[in-house]
Nanobody, 130 residues
Framework: QLQLVESGGGLVQPGASLRLSCVVS????????MGWFRQAPGKDREFVAS????????HYSDSVKGRFTIARDSAKNTVYLQMNSLEPEDTANYYC???????????????????????WGQGTLVTVSS
């Protein structure tokens, strides 16, 4: 059974950078589209970014476009989220997700799409505060 383990969260000041990692095990990494979501206290889960099986296609929410970059490394079975120019509004638990069927990556931002994704990690907390 596929398992996802996130890491890399922490407390940073506004304007700083962080890189989140999501290590995938228990399945064939290349079978899965991958993505990141986040949930702030008292708010609904929000799409952040997604990436195709090959890594050649990516999709971002408008709120992070130009600041965040999603990438995957097939040699390490890992998907990354590089977050630059962090803002207090980026404070949230960040979750990695995997799915074999919901494609293309842009489909992941559709309302309710996250309810159908196959596998989720436990999350890593990012806090942006001065």
């Amino acid at each position: 059974q596929l398992q996802l383990v996130e890491s890399g969260g922490g407390l940073v000041q506004p304007g700083a950078s962080l890189r989140l990692s999501c290590v995938v095990s228990g399945g064939t990494f290349s079978d899965y589209l991958m993505g990141w979501f986040r949930q702030a206290p008292g708010k609904d889960r929000e799409f952040v970014a997604s990436i195709s099986r090959s890594g050649g296609t990516t999709h971002y929410s408008d709120s992070v476009k130009g600041r965040f970059t999603i990438a995957r490394d097939s040699a390490k079975n890992t998907v990354y989220l590089q977050m630059n120019s962090l803002e207090p509004e980026d404070t949230a638990n960040y979750y990695c997700a995997a799915d074999r069927w919901i494609t293309p990556p842009s489909s992941w931002s559709a309302q309710g799409a996250s309810n159908y994704l196959e596998v989720w990690g436990q999350g890593t907390l990012v806090t942006v505060s001065s």
